[in-house]
């Protein structure tokens, strides 16, 4: 029997790993917007001195990295493990990023989940006691994201009013053994949901109901209610999937509302001209490593529930028609 | 997936309310003006040949000429992107989007190469439009000349 397992989804860590250091980047938009000062660096431009996107990517996901690292007081050698992920066709920016790293490596995918997912496994590594120090970074690039599932970006084309802009950054995480706060006490693996949505460029309504599904899986598996939190943020469900999840959760018994924020709203102001929000790996993990984590250092918030989102799509699944996987995964991160 | 349950269907439906709706008449406006702004160029150039002595019908192909390239000028200055998110199908459907369509994928992926970069990739957007339209237009033809024997 699983000792450490609650419920039927959920995790509680007997020796909840600390998160030591972060470390965030961005693009130029997302320094625009009302998280700027929380980032430790905000790019000038999209292509970061690089001959292409994807090179960028790479480099701004290496980066973070090692501003995590250095955040954390360590050195690279006493990193037992990099997990990491991101959009592109077989993870590029992750492998090649690892590639220069020397880090040992596990590389994941979860779409725009993958921060939460690397942060999940990372936990029960580090609980376990596999490990002592461990990094978990994403990263996601509007130009590599556009070009790979969209158009290319000189293409006079209008957006839907539900598409989503697709952050330009990365985040990075070090979890550790050592007993500082904050750290990750509960972990909550999501189910694969698919509501029948088949428009990729209606991802907050597509992983919405993923959304639900977790955060009700969460309080039934925890006994917790939503007042046990000071916030509760989900990834990237833009305007119109924050509308939906939170309406359907008051349906069901949860009132979040004075609570509940969303990364993809919170990232960019309305102004920016992102229609319904940020989205992409970066969106979570930029605004958890950097607006989140210092303030749960500066004790404004103390218990936190990151619920980040992941739909499963390819383009060749759009194109065959097919509907919208979608996943979230949940994480508790509090002061204790 | 095939079926949709009863969950799925009351789901898809709650979506549908929600969704916001493009802002129809300003789209409509922008298109109107943009594209009759654009059509209006290619007339003056138009003019302009017929009136050095040209007939309308051989002032068309150059008129073109000049239509695809400045599409292609403004899609490389990086100005016909913005032009189209203002103004939708006004400066999708006249030639000057047809260039955009073509000059952009070439643009975006000139960094894998000439070959299987440029050359191949130039044509995704563009490609099922040719395709089509030199087929029905082939299809018309045969008909219209059966027609008329």
């Known amino acids: 029997m699983s000792i450490k397992k609650l419920g039927s989804q959920t995790i509680r860590f007997e020796n909840p790993p600390s998160i030591i250091g972060t470390a965030s980047i961005v693009g130029p938009k997302e320094g625009q917007g009302q998280f700027k000062d929380y980032y430790d660096l905000i790019l000038s431009d999209n292509i970061y001195a690089e001959s292409s996107w994807e090179k960028a990517e790479k480099k701004i996901l290496k980066e973070a990295i090692e501003i995590a690292i250095k955040n954390a007081d360590l050195t690279t050698p006493k990193i037992d493990y990099l997990i990491a992920g991101d959009l592109l066709n077989q993870i590029i920016s992750a492998g090649f990023a690892a590639r220069e790293l020397e880090i040992p490596f596990l590389g994941i995918y979860g779409a725009c989940s993958t921060l939460a997912e690397g942060v999940t496994l990372g936990s029960i590594i580090v609980d376990g006691g596999f490990a002592e120090n461990l990094v978990a970074a994403v990263s996601s690039h509007f130009c590599t994201a556009e070009r790979q599932f969209r158009f290319p970006l000189e293409l006079g084309n209008q957006r839907s009013p539900t598409s989503q802009w697709t952050v330009t950054g990365a985040g990075a995480m070090v979890l550790s053994s050592k007993q500082q706060n904050p750290r990750v006490t509960l972990a909550t693996t999501g189910k694969v949901i698919d509501m029948g949505e088949s428009d990729s460029n209606n991802m907050g309504a597509a992983m919405a109901p993923a959304a639900i599904d977790t955060i009700i899986r969460h309080f039934q598996d925890t006994g917790k209610t939503p007042d046990d939190y000071d916030l509760i943020v989900t990834g990237d469900l833009g305007s119109l999937g924050k509308e939906i999840t939170e309406e359907l959760l008051k349906q069901k018994g949860y009132n979040i509302s004075n609570k509940y924020a969303d990364c993809g709203v919170l990232i960019y102001y309305p102004e920016q001209d992102v229609h319904a929000g940020g989205s992409g790996c970066a969106c979570s993990a930029v605004v958890t490593c950097g607006y989140i984590f210092k303030e749960m250092l500066k004790g404004q918030y103390n218990k936190v529930l990151l619920i980040a989102t992941g739909a499963l799509l390819s383009t060749t699944s759009s194109q065959q028609g097919e509907t919208i996987p979608c996943i979230a995964h949940a994480i508790s991160l509090e002061n204790l | ?149």
């Open chain 2, 1 to 149: 997936m095939s079926a949709f349950t009863k969950e799925q269907k009351d789901y898809q439906k709650l979506v549908k309310q929600k969704r916001p709706k493009p802002p129809m008449l300003k789209n409509i406006i922008a298109a109107f003006a943009v594209g009759g702004t654009i059509c209006a160029i290619g007339q003056v150039i138009l003019n302009f040949f017929v009136s050095r002595g040209m007939t309308p019908e051989q002032a068309g192909a150059p008129t073109s000429i000049i239509m695809i390239f400045l599409g292609a000028l403004l899609t490389g200055l990086g100005v016909y992107d913005k032009i189209g998110k203002f103004a939708g199908a006004g400066s999708v459907v006249p030639i000057t989007g047809f260039a955009n369509s073509i000059v952009s994928p070439a643009m975006e992926f000139k960094r894998e190469g000439y070959v299987f970069g440029v050359a191949a990739k130039m044509f995704v957007i563009a490609g099922p439009v040719l395709v089509y339209g030199i087929n029905s237009a082939t299809i018309i033809g045969l008909i219209y000349y059966l027609i008329k024997l």
